[in-house]
């Protein structure tokens, strides 16, 4: 299956998937490229595909990029091949994107899964922005109006999980749930991409 999780920026959508990764459930995390630059303890390669903006464009000029958007001035891309071999390879994919790239990908494949994560409050999204450290207060104030445009649009998003503050496991809990329910409902598919 090809699982999308979206949500507002520092609401644990990272945290979630590295657990998920630890817990050893089979999938396949998409790393996507982006140009912005790498946060402390980010990892070429394994957190993103760090790329300049003329490279990220060459990628959308030649279709390797199944979604693309600019996110806080950044350019994010989800690269197409990564899907199709893990696909190939009989494995869930997890692809992290925001709304917008939700909303793409929808589009574009039709039965995809998606679960957008909540944030148990707003007053907590912002401490957790906060405390990531990585913005200015500026940038935090724009991530936290934008997360309330991003929580309305959870509606059309298949299910919805609260990352509850200190609860990581719970959250974990209920994404592998849904995703093991909609997997033995919904047989595999061939996808085009």
């Not at 590295?18 to 998409?30: G, I, N, Q, S």
């Not at 609260?162 to 093991?180: E, K, M, T, Y």
């Amino acid at each position: 299956m090809v699982v999308v999780m979206s949500g507002p920026s520092g609401v644990g959508k990272d945290a979630i998937l590295e657990r998920m990764a630890e817990l050893k459930y089979p999938f396949h995390f998409v790393i996507t490229a982006t140009t912005r630059a790498p946060r402390p303890g980010e990892v070429e390669g394994v957190n993103h595909y760090f790329v300049d903006r003329a490279r990220f464009q060459e990628l959308i000029d030649t279709n390797e990029l199944l979604e693309h958007a600019e996110v806080y001035g950044n350019m994010y891309g989800v690269p197409k091949q990564q899907v199709r071999d893990a696909l190939a390879a009989g494995q869930h994919v997890m692809i992290r994107v925001d709304v917008q790239g939700a909303a793409r990908i929808r589009q574009l494949v039709a039965d995809a899964l998606l679960i957008f994560i909540m944030p148990p409050t707003l007053v907590s999204l912002q401490q957790r922005l906060e405390d990531r450290g990585v913005d200015a207060i500026e940038a935090i104030t724009v991530r936290r109006s934008r997360a309330i445009d991003e929580i309305n649009e959870a509606t059309w998003f298949d299910h919805s999980v609260v990352n509850h503050d200190q609860r990581l496991d719970d959250a974990v809990r209920d994404v592998i749930g849904i995703i093991d329910r909609e997997a033995e409902r919904n047989p595999p598919r061939v996808f085009v991409l």
